[in-house]
């Protein structure tokens, strides 16, 4: 009984053998490929070559700052972001001169104030430059080189130089018992100044001084603007004031304190002239008159 079972399971396995598997064969149009998909490799596997070239090509990260604003003698950070870069290399190029700045972790300039900042593993490849001068003003290129060709990413660079200035003339008048109010704005500044410092006659103006009636009031923003306010003008306040701000040159402007306004000091001092003046125009009428008595 069991030499008869074996013997039949010997017949089905020749017979099995004998059977003619077609070979498999790609549909036109198509490549197989090996290449797995997802990160592990298992289960899950690309048919189709173009669509595998596709998803494995390098793409770059659209939502980094493109358009980058930073203040004179700062720090600047351009982005640039690639996914599937496998083992292609990031190139750096500054587009006024074509100068290649960096290419993968390597610096090609002399300036030491450009450097490529890499994390392993990271799809960043930012470029920094450090104490940025007017001439980085300009547009930066984040290269890729592919099958295809060169892939690029435009980076523009703005270098400001934030200017302080005090609202109105280079003079100011306010009468005596009157109320100074000086405004300094700060404009061009990416971020608001870290401070903003009153001085009169060079010497910093003391908010919780005795005299009382002096404020200052600050606002910042897009531009910042500080407010001084002194209430109950003395004699003592006229002279110079001076708005000095963390991140620019300081701007000044020259207080009068008086008895009176501008224009009725200059009208006390014209009626304090001797002798009245006769105008032009009335010498013409009189004159004839007087050289001929016959027309009177």
């Known amino acids: 009984m069991m030499i008869s079972i074996t013997l039949r399971l010997i017949i089905l396995l020749y017979f099995l053998t004998l059977i003619h598997l077609p070979e498999a064969k790609p549909q036109k149009g198509k490549k197989e490929s090996l290449a797995p998909r997802g990160n592990d490799g298992a289960g899950l596997w690309f048919t189709n070559f173009d669509e595998y070239q596709r998803m ?53 300039t002399n300036d030491e104030r450009f450097q490529v900042l890499h994390s392993e593993g990271s799809d960043d490849w930012t470029l920094q430059i450090k104490y940025v001068q007017k001439r980085d003003n300009g547009t930066y290129e984040c290269q890729v080189s592919t099958g295809a060709g060169i892939m690029s990413h435009f980076v523009n660079l703005e270098i400001v130089v934030p200017e302080a ?56 923003g897009q531009k910042t603007e500080s407010h001084l306010t002194i209430h109950d003008a003395k004699f003592s306040d006229s002279g ?19 008895e009176g306004d501008k224009m009725a000091a200059i009208s006390r001092r014209k009626s304090s002239s001797s002798g009245p003046i006769i105008s032009a125009a009335v010498w013409y009428i009189l004159l004839p008159v007087l050289l001929n008595p016959a027309v009177a």
């Open 165 to 220: 200035f005090i609202v109105g003339a280079t003079e100011y008048h306010v009468v005596l018992g009157g109320t100074i109010n000086l405004v300094c704005v700060i404009e061009k500044s990416p971020t608001p100044p870290q401070y903003v410092l009153w001085y009169h006659n060079s010497k910093m103006i003391n908010y919780d001084t005795s005299r009382g009636g002096v404020q200052v009031r600050t606002e910042q």
């Open 56 to 108: 494995t090509e390098p793409t770059f990260d659209n939502n980094t700052v493109v358009n980058n604003t930073v203040q004179l003698g700062g720090t600047a950070f351009l982005h640039c972001r690639v996914r599937n870069l496998g083992e292609r290399t990031i190139t750096w190029v500054r587009r006024r001169d074509w100068h290649i700045l960096t290419s993968g972790v390597f610096t090609y």
């Open 240 to 258: 110079n004031y001076t708005c000095s701000a963390s991140n620019t040159q300081p701007a000044y402007i020259h207080v009068f304190v008086s």
